[in-house]
């Protein structure tokens, strides 16, 4: 291609600014034309022609977008072309093909016959980066099962993150490993196979010790399919075989907390206690966060528990109490989503697939409530929204009502109750839907709901359809004079935006029920949802640290009326 195509390309391109998305649109037109000679000879046979024009390129759009324009040119490459490129002698060209992210599964079979041929060694660290990239785990365990023992199968075990020398356990056909799994890699996956019969399932065994967070993660989800029937081969795994071992474990804690060894129970408690001796609070990320708290002013830990007839309080840490409250779209749960089948065992179902148990299924929620060591004075009380009201299925004005109920004896009993609720919304990072409510000595004096207006639905001391500048006067006035407040940049944020609302609030819009879900932008929670009223009235979750007075050590505890469900769930610790 000559210097004038790639000028007329760079020329043509410079005049849209796009998102990565929109990227995929230039492809047509003339840009198109000039695209399709650019893959024409970045993947012809002479190397010269093949490297200046990737030298080229680099030259074409700046660094940002740079990616996005190679995405372009390799997607469409014909096999041949793209193996052309997986091969040059140049490291830099071999990276571009790993570095824009364009592998697709046409791609795949080349990348998997370089990696095992002998004649391309320079080129198998770029052929694992890709496969790490974009191949599906699925493809890598099956894969793995067809490759003979040297050569691609060192470099597959590479990929996922283990030594090239790795061996998988022998499971013989005894008692334990004679059960009966469902494996999704076995050609006919509805079908049923024994354990010792499984070549897929040693794979996915071991894959449990991976040095890789992600492969680690998916090899659980993957025996969550195979289901009840792998927990007695989990459980004897060889303790030499330390890391997948301690795999092995985290999955039987993701089946249920009762099948795991009690000797290895007793090891986990030794080590929760030592790592609560010496954890320091770490700030809590709103951004990440799903839940419920109440926030009561008092060291005793047991009079909470009394309080919310909470029961079988097991001791850990602030970390282990935490993970199942933290949110992202795109995050594995704590515990890990079971299918119907293997929740009915754990749960105790005679027949998985009947409509009572269905049922049960579909109302199942994570129940354990972690209740916090003091923190500056304060135990706080952290809880999936589902998990302390009486009934999934009350209304929202019942709810509503039972709450204050609960405020009023806990003000009763420790003279001031603080209870925080916030929902992120999944389609707009940044916003959520929150409220917050205050009780003392038996009486509700504030209840505020903040998502697209800010709603004062409870309050004997401002009235609900005062300006919100009030609302902010009355935090600041009644706010705990010796906690931690906003930071000082987030403050500057807040008066800025609170005297915007003072000039503009003679015309105040209180919404309808319906909107009530609408999300709350970051600085109206800052200002009025209960990410700012926590860091007001009680404890700055986002400022814990080593300057935070801890007393006693946290607890995850049961509601007495969901005690016989199991309790499960792999935290980290």
């Known amino acids: 291609m000559e210097t004038t195509g790639l000028d007329r390309l760079q020329a043509l391109l410079a005049g849209h600014s796009m998102s990565p998305d929109g990227w995929w649109r230039l492809d ?4 198109a034309a000039l695209l399709d ?9 002479d190397l010269n022609v093949r490297q200046q024009i990737w030298d080229a390129l680099d030259r074409v759009v700046d660094e940002p977008n740079r990616d996005d324009l190679l995405a372009l040119v390799i997607t469409r490459f014909e096999a041949e072309q793209f193996r052309r490129v997986l091969t040059d002698t140049d490291p830099e060209v071999r990276r571009r093909t790993w570095r824009s992210h364009t592998v697709r599964g046409r791609f795949i079979e080349v ?10 060694d320079y080129a198998w660290p770029d052929c694992i980066e890709m496969l790490r990239a974009r191949t599906t785990f699925d493809t890598l365990v099956l894969a793995l099962a067809g490759a003979p023992e ?7 075990w590479v990929v996922l993150g283990l030594p090239a020398d790795t061996r998988v356990p022998e499971f013989l056909p005894d008692h334990s490993c004679a059960t009966l799994v469902q494996c999704t890699f076995c ?4 079908d049923e196979v024994a354990i010792h019969e499984c070549r897929h399932f040693p794979i996915v065994v071991t894959l449990l010790g991976s040095s890789l967070d992600e492969v680690r993660q998916q090899a659980m989800e993957s025996l969550m399919v195979f289901g009840l029937g792998v927990v007695d081969t989990l459980r004897s795994i060889p303790r030499a075989h330390r890391k997948v071992r301690g795999g092995a474990l985290a999955m039987l804690a993701e089946f249920g907390w009762h099948l795991l060894p009690p000797r290895d129970l007793m090891t986990l408690e030794r080590l929760i206690r030592s790592k609560q001796h010496a ?12 839940g419920s708290w109440y926030a009561l002013p008092t060291t005793d830990q047991n009079a909470v528990l009394d309080a919310l007839d909470l029961r079988d309080p097991i001791s850990v840490t602030l970390r282990m109490g935490f993970a199942p409250l933290r949110f992202t779209p795109w995050q594995r749960s704590h515990p890990m989503t079971m299918y119907l089948e293997t929740w009915a065992g754990v749960h105790g179902f005679a027949e998985w697939n009947a409509e009572a148990t269905r049922d049960a299924y579909l109302r199942d929620f994570y129940h354990q409530v972690f209740v916090t060591p003091a923190l500056d004075g304060w135990t706080l009380v952290f809880h999936k929204t589902k998990a302390l009201p009486a009934a999934l299925d ?9 709450m204050y109920l609960r405020m009023e004896q806990l003000s009763l009993r420790f003279g001031t109750a603080q209870w925080f609720e916030q929902l992120p919304d999944s389609y707009a990072p940044g916003e959520c839907w929150s409220q917050w409510c205050l009780a003392q000595d038996g009486d509700i004096r504030m209840h505020c709901v903040s998502s697209g207006d800010v709603r004062i639905h409870r309050s ?32 500057d944020r807040v008066e800025a935006y609170v005297a915007m609302l003072r000039e503009r609030d003679h015309e105040r819009y209180l919404p309808d029920d319906e909107d009530e879900l609408d999300s709350a932008s970051t600085i109206q929670d800052l200002a009025f949802g209960a990410r700012g009223a926590s860091r007001r009235l009680s404890v700055n979750l986002e400022a814990l640290g080593s300057h935070t007075c801890v007393q006693g050590t946290g607890v995850l505890a049961v509601p007495a009326h969901l005690r016989h469900r199991p309790r499960r769930g792999a935290l980290p610790i």
């Open 37 to 45: 000679e650019v893959r024409e000879q970045a993947g012809a046979e």
């Open 111 to 120: 990348v998997m016959q370089l990696l095992a041929d002998e004649h391309f």
């Open 187 to 190: 050609p006919e996956s509805y």
């Open 460 to 491: 004997d001391e401002i009235d609900p359809t005062a300006p919100l500048d009030r609302l902010y006067e009355w935090l600041e006035t009644n706010g705990n004079p010796y906690g931690t407040h906003t930071a000082p940049a987030d403050n």
């Open 279 to 290: 954890e320091t609070p770490e700030p809590l990320d709103f951004a990440c966060f799903s």
């Open 28 to 31: 047509q037109g003339e840009v």
């Open 394 to 402: 009350t209304p929202l004005e019942q709810q509503r009502l039972e």
């Open 150 to 156: 040297d050569g691609l199968r060192k470099r597959l």
